[in-house]
């Protein structure tokens, strides 16, 4: 039974960065696609970017492109969400999400798509 479990989170100030990791508890994190999200308090659940279990292609959202990296660090087992410039419309639990199924990039931006979600960490950006 794979569970995830991320870590990372926690207070900045705006224009800080963070790095946010995601562990698996069973096998790599190569066997899976991941994704990142988060969720705001009254706001839906958005996706962030995410990285093809096939390749190493990575997607992303407009409103962060060029901010945050998604990235797996293979010798530590993690997946990070490397997060710059951080703003106060960042302040949110950020989710880690694993797919064993889905084949390259297609629908990793969709939350539906992946089985397996961590429990969240939290973010908070004061300004």
């Known amino acids: 039974q794979l569970q995830l479990e991320e870590s990372g989170g926690g207070l900045v100030q705006a224009g800080d960065s963070l790095t946010l990791f995601c562990s698996v508890s069973?096998?790599?994190?190569?066997?899976?696609?991941m994704g990142w999200f988060r969720q705001a308090p009254g706001k839906e659940r958005e996706f962030l970017a995410a990285?093809?279990?096939?390749?190493?292609?990575?997607i992303y959202a407009l409103s962060v492109e060029g901010r945050f990296t998604i990235s797996r660090d293979n010798a530590k087992n993690t997946v990070s969400l490397q997060m710059n410039r951080l703003n106060p419309g960042d302040a949110a639990t950020y989710y880690c999400?694993?797919?064993?199924?889905?084949?390259?990039?297609?629908?990793?931006?969709?939350?539906?798509?992946?089985?397996?979600w961590g429990p969240g960490t939290q973010v908070v950006v004061s300004s």
């Open positions: 999400a694993a797919d064993l199924r889905m084949l390259g990039t297609t629908a990793l931006d969709i939350s539906s798509t992946y089985d397996f």
């Open positions: 069973v096998g790599t994190v190569s066997d899976y696609a």
């Open positions: 990285i093809s279990r096939t390749d190493e292609s990575t």
